[in-house]
Nanobody, 118 residues
Framework: VQLQAFGGGLVQPGGSLRLSCAAS????????MGWYRQAPGKQRELVAI???????NYAASVKGRFTISRDNAKNTVYLQMNSLKPEDTAIYYC?????????????WGQGTLVTVSS
C-alpha cells in the first residue's frame, strides 16, 4: 500500500488549508486513516484519526479547528485545517491501517510541510 499526501504550503495565521492523502495498491481494504505531525525539534504527535467505523478523534490542540474526513471509495483521507496558528507549523504525515489479506498493517505517507507564518 502506498500513500501520497498533497496540499501543504505556506499560509498566514488565521488561514485555511486542506490536506489530502490517497492510498493505492492492490488487494487491500482500509481499516482507518489519520494524520500525525512533527514540528521542528519536537516529537511526532497525533493530529486526527478517522477510525474504521468513521468515528473521529482529535488532539486537543486542533479540536474545533480541524476536521478529518474519509472517502472510502477513493481510499482518501482529508484534513481541513481552519484558523491556523503558527504552532500548527509542522510536517504532516498521513497513515493508513490496511488489511492486506493476511494482517492489518500500518502504512505511512511521505509527509507534507505546512508553514503558518505572516
Amino acid at each position: 500500500v502506498q500513500l501520497q499526501a498533497f496540499g501543504g504550503g505556506l499560509v498566514q495565521p488565521g488561514g485555511s488549508l486542506r490536506l489530502s492523502c490517497a492510498a493505492s495498491g492492490s488487494r487491500f481494504s482500509i481499516n482507518g486513516m489519520g494524520w500525525y505531525r512533527q514540528a521542528p525539534g519536537k516529537q511526532r504527535e497525533l493530529v486526527a484519526i478517522n477510525n474504521s467505523d468513521f468515528s473521529t478523534n482529535y488532539a486537543a490542540s486542533v479540536k474545533g479547528r480541524f476536521t478529518i474526513s474519509r472517502d472510502n471509495a477513493k481510499n482518501t483521507v482529508y484534513l481541513q485545517m481552519n484558523s491556523l496558528k503558527p504552532e500548527d507549523t509542522a510536517i504532516y504525515y498521513c497513515y493508513a491501517k490496511a488489511y492486506n489479506g493476511i494482517t492489518i498493517d500500518t502504512y505511512w505517507g511521505q509527509g507534507t510541510l505546512v508553514t503558518v507564518s505572516s
